[in-house]
C-alpha cells in the first residue's frame, strides 16, 4: 500500500514509523517531532546531485537512483529490526518529491503500508504558520512571581502543562544559557506545536517576555499569556534560594557564571559585580543568590492584574491547590 495524505489527514495517522527522508543535515536542523531520518540521499550526495541536476537533468536521476538503492539496502535492514512488514510507515522529503516517493515505493513494494506526506516538510511547516496565525484554541493558566518561587516546579507536576523554557532550553534571564544551546527557531515551533495539540481547553503556562533567550514566541502565544487568568506566586526568601541553589549548583560553571555576570554589568556597580564575583570565587553560592535576587527583584515587573495568589513554600500543597482552581475552571470568568 502507498497512499499520499494532505498534513491534516497525515497528522490523524497512528504511525509505527514516521520516517524523514530527508539528508541528515537538514533532519538536524528541523523535523516533525518522532521522526527517524533514514535519508535517501547522504549530505554530500544530496549536494552532488543538487549540482549535477541543474546541468544534466537524466544523469542525475540515474546517479541520485544508484545512490538512493544503496542506502535503501542498509535501511531496510535497520528498518526491519524494529518494524516487521505491514506496519505503518509515515514519510516525507523537503517537498513531497523524489526521495520520499522512491524510498516510500520501497518500501510498499516490501510490504509496508506507507503513507507519503503531500507538499513534504514544506506542508508541514505552512501548517504550523497558519496555526500560529489564529487565536489559540485554549486558555491558559499562567503562572508569574519572583525567580525561585517554584514556577518551574509546578509546571513539571501539573497536568497540561507548557514548559516554555525547558522547550527553548533556556531560563529567560542572563544566566538562561547555562543550559546549553538552544534549538533553531523552527525546531522550537516544531516541539511547541506537538506540546500544544495535546491541550485540552486549559494549560498551566509560565508567563514570559516574547523572547526566550533567541526564541522568539509565535504572537498567537505571546497575545494569549497577556490576556491569561494570572497566578502569581510567592514564597519566603529562604525556600527561593533553596531552590535556586539546588537547580543551579551542577549546571554552572565558572566560566558560565562570568558571562552571565558580563552581560548584566552595564546595570551593575562596580561594586556589586566585583563583590558578586569574589563570593562566587570564594565558593559562597548562597551569598551570590541573594545578592542575585536582589538585582532580579527590582527588574521583575509584577503584572498590574492578579487573578489568584498563591503560596509555594510547600510545592506539594501548591499544586493541589492548582488543582482545584484547574477542577473548578467553568465557574471562573477566565479570558479568551
Known amino acids: 500500500m502507498f497512499q499520499e495524505f494532505e498534513f491534516q489527514e497525515f497528522d490523524k495517522q497512528n504511525f509505527d514509523c514516521l520516517i524523514d527522508a530527508r539528508s541528515p543535515r537538514e533532519f538536524k536542523y528541523s523535523h516533525i517531532s ?65 526521495r520520499s516517493k522512491s524510498v516510500g515505493i520501497i518500501l510498499s513494494e516490501l510490504g509496508y503500508r506507507v503513507i507519503r506526506l503531500k507538499g513534504g516538510y514544506k506542508a508541514y511547516r505552512a501548517c504550523l504558520n497558519d496555526y500560529f496565525s489564529k487565536q489559540l484554541n485554549f486558555k491558559l493558566l499562567a503562572l508569574c512571581g ?13 497536568p497540561q502543562s507548557i514548559n516554555l523554557e525547558k522547550l527553548a532550553n533556556h531560563l529567560g ?41 533567541d526564541i522568539v514566541l509565535p504572537l498567537n502565544l505571546y497575545e494569549a499569556m497577556q490576556n491569561s487568568f494570572k497566578i502569581y506566586c510567592f514564597c519566603s526568601l529562604e525556600n527561593r534560594i533553596l531552590r535556586i541553589e539546588k537547580f543551579y549548583k551542577t549546571k554552572i560553571t565558572p566560566l558560565k557564571f562570568k558571562k552571565a555576570v558580563e552581560k548584566i554589568t552595564p546595570y551593575i556597580s562596580t561594586n556589586f559585580r566585583l563583590d558578586l564575583l569574589n563570593s562566587y570565587n570564594r565558593g559562597d553560592l548562597r551569598r551570590v543568590i541573594t545578592m542575585l535576587l536582589q538585582y532580579y ?3 521583575y515587573k509584577k503584572p498590574k492584574n492578579i487573578d489568584f495568589v498563591l503560596n509555594t513554600d510547600d510545592i506539594m500543597q501548591a499544586k493541589e491547590n492548582l488543582l482545584n482552581l484547574f477542577n473548578l475552571k467553568d465557574s471562573l470568568n477566565l479570558k479568551p
Open 173 to 213: 534571564s542572563a544566566f538562561g544559557s547555562i543550559l546549553g544551546d538552544q534549538p533553531n527557531q523552527k525546531f522550537f515551533e516544531t516541539k511547541l506545536f506537538e506540546n500544544f495539540k495535546n491541550i485540552k481547553n486549559l494549560a498551566f503556562i509560565e508567563l514570559e517576555s516574547r523572547r526566550i533567550g
Open 297 to 299: 527583584d527590582k527588574v
Open 34 to 98: 518522532q521522526a527517524k531520518n533514514f535519508y535517501a540521499l547522504n549530505d554530500n550526495e544530496f549536494e552532488e546531485i543538487g549540482i549535477l541536476y541543474s546541468k544534466n537533468q537524466s544523469l542525475a536521476k540515474i546517479k541520485g537512483a544508484s545512490y538512493i538503492c544503496n542506502n535503501m539496502a542498509k535501511h531496510i535492514l535497520e528498518l526491519y529490526k524494529e518494524f516487521p512488514l505491514k506496519s505503518l510507515i509515515g514519510i516525507y522529503c523537503s517537498r513531497g518529491g523524489m
Open 146 to 158: 519572583n525567580t525561585g518561587s517554584g514556577k518551574t516546579e509546578l509546571l513539571e507536576l501539573l
